[in-house]
């Protein structure tokens, strides 16, 4: 398996390496449709309402730049080969732990239960990964070998993208943007066509590069942690993964801590929502099993 040494042109482009060219677009079938609304406990209460910015912005244009973007990062990746084909076993492994926990995105977004959810793995060192809007996936290979992640913190990281699409976050600063750009007294005209509209679709081209506000970032945190835990997994994980991200912050900062600012404040945020979480935990029912971090490389000679 090759792994690029460097990533597509996108910022938060990634894929894993695999030997056939193919691309690989993973449909998650039906996240659940019919999912029980998400019941006043967990962390539920500490989240506020969507931004009133993002309602400035229709969803549908977004995901549907989203899924624009995603396909052509996809045909870039596999030109390089450096897209994992659906039988490599971290792209099993993403998209098993994926499966878990969309069934449970839907409380918290009813758009969910429509996206056509991709979950797609792109061969490079980075430690990075990412969910765009409309439920577009994505992991870096580097972030799960350099890091040896367990699947409890590969949830946590999943669940904190999902979160962010699933909070309208890029709709929110697509939002902000357009109310900068524009002004108010347009704002209503990008419901529409004309000028106004051609600003937004230009702002779609900002997706893959889109830094989301430290808010942002806990509020990802925090829902993230309900989603993995309601899935199964332990959310003690956070706790883990963010002192790996330090450890690994030490030399040279990874791509992902540019735009997921950690620390001890951080871990301490995280380790204050734990009961709240640790009850559904305690309740959810667990994978049936655990995959694990890439092989060791063997050593030859």
Known sequence: ?????SPPSCLLCWHCAGPSR???VGLLAGAA???PALAQDGVRPDVGRTSQFAKLVPAEQVEAAAAQQYQQMLREAAQQKAL???EHPQVVRLRAIA???IPFAPAWSTRAAQWKWEVNL???RELNAFCMPGGKIAFY???LKQLRLSDDEVATIMGHEMAHALREHARERMGKTAATRIGAGLLSALLGLGDAGNALLDMGGQ???LKFSREDESEADIVGMELAARAGYDPHAGVSLWNKMIEANKNAPPQFMSTHPSGPTRIADIQAKLPKVLPLYAKAERPGRFYGPPAEDKKTG
């Open 84 to 86: 994992g084909p659906a």
């Open 22 to 24: 193919r691309r690989f």
């Open 33 to 35: 449709v019919g999912a």
């Open 141 to 143: 290979y580097g972030i």
């Open 207 to 209: 997706l893959l590069t």
């Open 99 to 101: 499966q878990r926990i």
């Open 122 to 124: 792109i061969g490079s």
């Open 1 to 5: 398996m090759r792994v690029v040494e």
